[in-house]
Nanobody, 115 residues
Framework: QVQLVESGGGLVQPGGSLRLSCAASRSIVSFSDMGWFRQAPGKQREFVARVSSGGTTHYAESVKARFTISRDNAKNTVYLQMNSLKPEDTAVYYC?????????WGQGTQVTVSS
């Protein structure tokens, strides 16, 4: 079992930046991948980014070159640096920890991009 707590969301103007954090209640070393997903109102949850235990990253096309995912195993934390934010990035952002047998989710943090 692991609890994931996201933070860092908020209201930001278009073109602005935010850094989301996902703090785990125990070591994340055993998780093969840590990821971020998002869900906008009326839409399905969609993949944003993930980082493997070895540091390999993957991004959705819509966020490439704007978002950066990273993991700090020593702090049991995963980050999502979001730059050049657009109104279409508005969503609840969720952290996911992926293991062979089980995936764990946080409760989400709201990101709103609006002028």
């Amino acid at each position: 079992q692991v609890q994931l707590v996201e933070s860092g969301g908020g209201l930001v103007q278009p073109g602005g930046s935010l850094r989301l954090s996902c703090a785990a209640s125990r070591s994340i070393v055993s998780f093969s991948d840590m990821g971020w997903f998002r869900q906008a109102p009326g839409k399905q949850r969609e993949f944003v980014a993930r980082v493997s235990s070895g540091g390999t990253t993957h991004y959705a096309e819509s966020v490439k070159a704007r978002f950066t995912i990273s993991r700090d195993n020593a702090k049991n934390t995963v980050y999502l640096q979001m730059n050049s934010l657009k109104p279409e990035d508005t969503a609840v952002y969720y952290c996911e920890a992926m293991s062979i047998t089980t995936n764990y989710w946080g409760q989400g943090t709201q990101v709103t991009v609006s002028s």
